[in-house]
Nanobody, 128 residues
């Protein structure tokens, strides 16, 4: 079992930056995929970025368009999401999630259905 706790959300103006952090307990092993998801009011939860096999595999949603970077600090059991050039449409609750997989299929990485453990979320609000 993995417990994840997010932090780092807040309010920024368009064009600004935020860094989200997710601490995983007890640790992130090589079979654990860590993902960032977001959900805006009235919309389905969508995948933002995922990191797997201790950063050997990294995936981004198309809408990220090079603005966000996911990274992992194994010594701290922490995954980060650096978000730059934020847009008002990035406004959402952001969730960190973990899934422990053996042989994942490509479509798993950004699909909330394949992640087992979830944090409470951290709000990101981008004003125009």
């Amino acid at each position: 079992q993995v417990q994840v706790v997010e932090s780092g959300g807040g309010s920024v103006q368009a064009g600004g930056s935020l860094r989200l952090s997710c601490v995983a307990h007890p640790y992130i092993d090589s079979d654990t995929c860590m993902g960032w998801f977001r959900q805006a009011p009235g919309k389905e939860r969508e995948g933002v970025a995922a990191i797997y096999k201790l950063a050997d595999y990294i995936y981004y949603a198309e809408f990220v368009q090079g603005r966000f970077t996911i990274s992992q600090d194994n010594a701290k059991n922490t995954v980060y999401l650096q978000m730059n050039s934020l847009k008002p449409e990035d406004t959402a609750m952001y969730f960190c999630a973990a899934g422990r997989w053996d042989r994942p299929k490509p479509h798993w990485y950004l699909s909330f259905r394949y992640f087992t453990w979830w944090g409470q979320g951290t709000q990101v609000t981008v004003s125009s």
